[in-house]
């Protein structure tokens, strides 16, 4: 098993080292408050260097990668509570960048640092800066490459450091893996890695200094792609095998767990990382990039265990059958990963966006689903765009049923209405009205700070050009434009509904649209009979197209929306259909919908149909949720679905299961993300069966939905096929 | 008429009825009672009403032409023709209704889409004759391995069974025999021996094996039913059925665990 296993003893052993206070701000202070007297980006550079020097070099005895996150807590009194709020009022003063001001979810550029080195990178810096000196470029150009250049020493200074952190212990137990790592760390600090045992050690020194600096989600991308190189000069020369590479990649991920170490009373699912890995897929030239650390980083994935590491998998028309057998292997073994991606929808619609082609082929994703051009483009932010709330506004003259705020534009009386296209307009120009206003809102925030100021020289140095142009990463360095994701919620809430007015208010007459809206205002109160009526209207997910018409009208009149704006710096704004758990703190705003859902309720979940309402299964959730053209939403869509283990262990229903996922591709879905149900899971689908209300089971001849069966039955179907 | 029929399920993504995706037709109504079935529900020819502990109630049982499954099953088109699949039609038993079965099959023929038929085999030879042209293979199920066994357990006629099996197999149809290999019947390594006998005999070159399962138990309660026997025993585990396929193929049988 190699050193993985003692590693996870000895991390779960150390768990309460982090504990304690967070000293990131106050190893920070200590950088300005000796540089004060510096332009902003260049103090700056030395707070960063500061983090960089000061924190504790932690290396775990069982470990074959150094780098731990616990140099971020110091015990609980190691500074008092009066010069931690000093630190933090000072750091506070210099800027905090966030998620809306292009902070993190980040791909970055790990190719360019594995081909230079630290060294190699802090010359290039040098090189840059004395190039622009020369040419009398700007004073912001010269100070952004100054700072550049003192962080990435400060970098260096702390590879080698972990290097002697490594060395001590290795002079009181004799370990091998401990004088390995020192040797590799010393060697990293000026010289670029040879072997694939330093590559990944770069790497992950890299990505653990973007959490130094408090970043959340930055991806590693596509680990398969750049580590390859180095992976086969190794084992062609025979020094280097599977097992052990498996045991590079599995220790280098499970330090991931860290973070959640770290945010162990946070309760919200953001208690853990999501570190992307983006593998398979198709190379630049569009050639099939997938390669044996492909199946490697799957193995390890596997191995760890662990919720950090986002596994996903790029999937397109050519992708060798052994990698989708591989990824169901994984799936079926219930960690829920890889996501399956479709390379034939996510390339097309990033080229919608305006990249080069084969920049759009090495797409990356960042956070969970986010697509992302690796290396090249300022950090990703997105936000939640609440479609279902536009339906309450324009049956409602542009006022909030629940507050009864003009939050919309006047969009007429319903009872002037007279057919579905009246309504439909009305549900259009409070779409476009609200776009207005979720896009103003956001470049409020997006571009408020000076961003000189607010600059980030440690990070541009992994985003192409920000050395050579002398730029940060938000103010010109990076190749393409900052892009922006409006994550379009409810799409099934709001196909449900248009499909419920139209059989209930223009087909069956059962009520006016303005008696409807009135229902709807007093939250079905008294009218429960169209409540009913609006709950047997057609439902998105059963292959019906009666309402998967409105799905379409959904993604296409989003697209077209928010195809018109810009951001700061010119780029573009995506569509997503996704919401993370967000539907439901979204729902609380929406009052009572026409699809027969009550005030406050959940919204549907990201692009599924609405929970318990697919009642034909899976082909048909596919049949209808094939329909709506994923090409116009470039930052990507969840699709949850649910599977028995008999789905995966059995290889002939596999190999079913394979095929289905295959057509939903090829029909144009984007993005599937499947949850073979393990015992746990199980036994909470019998406490809470309204969550698994889709989960069939299929045996010969037979049928039932999971939780029809009996209580002890539902154990059977792991009986039947678990490995004794 | 033979253009409707008597209709307890459709279901689409089966997965254990046959090759590739397929969507299964299951009809209502059969003469038979085997002690295990997991289709209770199916079972009464004027159809069945189950209620649920949650509130929830099915009808097993509805009248539907031939178009309107057809045009369930046609929504799945892309399935089929990328995974090999198709329909099944099953039951209860479907040839007590043989000319909705011809009906059906042959509109499923005529859009290119392959049928089988899984069937009991209890019924007069001239309800397969009629449908053989448009059925691509059978599924046969043979309870047991003698008249005492097929009574007792069933309430079927062995003799009659077999006789269609060897019939079958003259004109020439593509028959896979379908064994549920049921705890304290017939899992024993010298009944599967006899079943082999009467296999051979028959000409029979196929067999599936399928394990036990009481998946169907909650049906009996919500059917209102207190006598299914197999409430407490354990679903069978696949590897099981391992020395009963070596048995099979010893024998020179095409062999194979399904489910």
């Not at chain 1, 509570?81 to 966030?98: I, P, T, W």
């Not at chain 1, 809470?688 to 209580?711: C, I, M, Q, W």
């Amino acid at each position: 098993m190699g050193n993985l296993q003692l590693l996870k003893q000895e991390m779960e052993e150390n768990r309460s080292l982090a504990q304690g206070t967070d000293v990131a701000d106050y190893y920070m202070f200590l950088g300005y408050r000796s540089h004060y007297r510096e332009p902003a980006v260049v103090a700056k550079g030395y707070a960063i260097a500061s983090l960089f020097k000061e924190h504790k070099k932690y290396v775990y005895e069982n470990d074959l990668i150094a780098g731990s996150l616990l140099g971020r807590r110091v015990p609980e009194g190691t500074y008092s509570q009066a010069e931690l709020e000093y630190a933090s009022r000072v750091v506070s003063s210099y800027g905090r960048n966030g998620f809306h001001t292009n902070f993190d979810h980040f791909a970055p550029d790990y190719e360019t640092i594995l081909e230079l080195g630290v060294g190699g990178m802090i010359c290039k810096i040098k090189d840059s800066l004395e190039k622009h000196q020369k040419a009398g470029s700007k004073d912001k150009k010269i100070n952004f490459l100054r700072s550049a250049q003192i962080t990435m020493e400060a970098f260096s200074e702390m590879i080698f450091e972990y290097g002697t952190a490594a060395e001590e212990l290795f002079l009181k137990n004799g370990r091998g893996n401990l004088l390995e790592i020192s040797r590799i760390c010393k060697k990293l600090a000026k010289n670029k890695p040879d072997t694939f045992h330093e590559a990944i050690q770069l790497v992950w020194l890299c990505h653990l200094s973007f959490c130094y600096e408090k970043r959340y989600a930055m991806a590693l991308g596509r680990l398969d792609q750049y580590l390859y190189p180095f992976y086969k000069k190794d084992t062609e020369a025979g020094i280097l095998s599977e097992e052990r590479a498996i045991d590079l990649v599995s220790c280098t991920l499970y330090k991931i767990i860290e973070f959640k170490y770290m945010n162990e009373e946070n309760t919200n699912l953001s208690s853990s990382d999501v570190v992307n890995i983006a593998i398979g897929g198709v190379k630049r030239d569009g050639s099939d990039a997938v390669n044996e650390l492909s199946y490697i980083i799957l193995e390890a994935v596997k191995n760890c265990n662990i919720p950090g590491p986002n596994l996903s998998a790029r999937m397109h028309a050519n992708i060798p059958e052994r990698f989708w057998d591989k990824c169901l292997d994984l799936i079926g073994t219930g960690i829920g990963y890889p996501a399956l991606m479709n390379d034939e929808v996510n390339i097309p619609a990033l080229f919608r966006m305006g990249y080069d082609i084969e920049d759009c082929r090495d797409y990356s994703m960042v956070g969970c689903i986010e697509n992302f051009m690796t290396g090249k483009q300022a950090p990703w932010s997105d936000g939640r765009f609440n479609n279902p709330k536009f339906l309450e506004l324009a049956l409602n003259n542009g006022k909030c049923m629940m507050t009864g705020v003009q939050m919309g534009i006047p969009t007429g009386d319903v009872s002037e209405f007279t057919c579905m296209q009246d309504y439909i307009d009305a549900l259009e120009k409070q779409t476009d009205f609200a776009a207005d206003e979720y896009v103003a809102l956001f470049e409020n925030e997006n571009d408020r700070y000076n961003r000189e100021r607010l600059s980030q020289p440690f990070l541009s140095c992994f985003c192409r050009d920000c050395i050579e142009r002398g730029l940060d990463i938000r103010d010109g360095g990076a190749i393409y434009p900052s892009a922006h994701g409006a994550a379009c919620m409810g799409i099934a809430t709001v196909a449900d509904s248009l499909a419920a007015i139209e059989k209930v208010v223009f087909t069956d007459k059962l009520v006016t649209l303005k008696e409807f809206s009135q229902i709807l205002e007093n939250n079905f109160e008294g009218r429960e009979d169209i409540r009913q009526a609006c709950l047997q209207a057609p439902k998105y997910g059963n292959n019906d197209e009666f309402v998967d018409k409105y799905a379409r009208w959904f993604v296409d009149k989003n697209a077209e929306i928010f195809d018109r704006y810009r951001t700061y710096d010119g780029g573009r704004y995506y569509i997503g259909i996704a919401s993370n758990i967000t539907n439901i703190p979204a729902g609380l705003e929406v009052s009572a919908t026409p699809d027969g859902r009550k005030k406050g309720k959940p919204l549907s979940d990201a692009a599924s149909p609405m929970h318990g309402l697919d009642k034909n299964g899976i082909t048909a959730v596919v049949n209808s949720t094939s329909k709506p053209d994923f090409k116009k939403v470039a930052c990507g869509t969840v699709l949850n679905q649910k599977f028995t283990p008999m789905m995966f262990s059995d290889c002939t229903k596999r190999d079913k299961l394979k095929t289905l996922i295959k057509i939903y591709f090829q029909k144009g879905g984007q993005e599937m993300q499947i949850n073979c149900v393990s015992r746990a899971v199980l036994e909470d689908a019998s406490v809470h069966p309204e969550n698994y209300s889709d989960l069939v089971v299929r045996v010969s001849g037979f049928s039932a939905f999971y939780t029809k069966l009996d209580a002890d039955v539902q154990k059977d179907i792991l009986e039947r096929t678990e490995n004794e | 008429m033979s253009d409707t029929g008597f209709i307890s399920e459709l279901q689409h993504f089966s997965t254990g009825d046959g090759p590739g995706i397929r969507t299964t037709v299951f009809l209502q109504g059969c003469n038979l009672h085997c002690e295990w079935c997991h289709n209770p529900e199916t079972i009464p020819s004027k159809g069945s009403v189950l209620q649920y502990k949650n509130g929830e109630k099915k009808i097993s049982g509805t009248l539907m032409t031939v178009q309107e499954v057809l045009e369930y099953i046609l929504e799945d088109v892309d399935f089929y023709k990328a995974s090999g699949g198709g329909v099944t039609i099953s039951g209860g038993e479907p040839l007590l209704q043989p000319e909705f079965c011809l009906a059906l099959a042959s509109a499923c023929n005529s859009h290119h889409i392959g049928v089988i038929l899984d069937t009991a085999g209890n019924v007069p030879y001239e309800a397969f004759k009629q449908v053989l042209p448009y059925i691509k293979t059978i599924f046969f199920d043979l309870k047991a391995n003698c008249p005492e066994d097929y009574k007792k357990r069933t309430g079927g006629n062995f003799d009659r069974i077999v006789d269609n099996l060897k019939q079958l197999v003259e004109d020439s149809a593509d028959v896979v025999v379908r064994i549920p290999v049921i705890p304290g019947h017939n899992d024993s390594l010298d009944y599967m021996e006899k079943y082999v006998d009467i296999l051979l005999n028959c000409g029979i070159k196929r067999v599936d094996l399928l394990p036990f399962h009481r998946l169907g138990s909650s049906k009996y309660t919500a059917l209102g039913r207190d006598d299914y026997r197999y409430k407490d025993i354990k679903t069978m585990h696949k590897d099981k059925l391992r020395p009963f396929i070596s048995i099979l193929k010893d024998r020179g049988l095409d062999a194979k665990i399904d489910g």
